[in-house]
């Protein structure tokens, strides 16, 4: 009986092993947002009389995307303020210190970007007109938007 006890104990021990792994993993999500004031919609009013940079809103991309993230810009009116069809007002877009035509789509590349970041965003009116008499009354406006993609 010894003997069979002191094979099985050798024969157990000799099985045990020496090294054990213990594999580790953690997931973060995908993130890919864009806000304008803290939103995902803001009114601003622009003075088409002012022809200085008007600062009207801060937008925040955030993205964890390591290829980085594109945003692209469209006016639904070409870069004009419209007063329905009846007259229309000219303006550039600065977006994070550098000024778009907005008479198409622009693109604002980030590549290898993570993070997070505020882009100040200024309204230039380029229109020449300098009089209130020489606009038709009425509200002029345009919708600008701000889309953010990963690469």
Not at 106 to 115: H, S
């Amino acid at each position: 009986m010894k003997k069979l006890l002191l094979a099985t104990l050798i024969t157990s021990a000799s099985f045990a092993a020496t090294t054990a792994t213990l594999n580790l993993s953690g997931t973060i999500n995908s993130i890919l947002e864009i806000e304008i004031d803290g939103t995902s919609a803001v009114t601003k009013t622009v003075d088409l009389l002012d022809k200085t940079a008007q600062s009207v809103a801060t937008v925040t991309e955030t993205s964890n995307d390591p290829d980085g993230y594109d945003v692209v810009i469209t006016s639904t009116n070409s870069g004009s303020l419209v007063n329905g069809a009846s007259d229309s007002a000219t303006y550039t877009l600065s977006y994070g210190g550098t000024s778009y035509n907005l008479s198409s789509a622009q693109t604002v590349d980030n590549a290898n970007t993570v993070g997070s970041s505020d882009r100040a965003v200024a309204v230039t009116v380029t229109d020449a007109r300098t009089d209130e008499f020489d606009f038709a009354q009425g509200t002029y406006t345009d919708t600008v938007t701000f889309e953010i993609s990963a690469k």
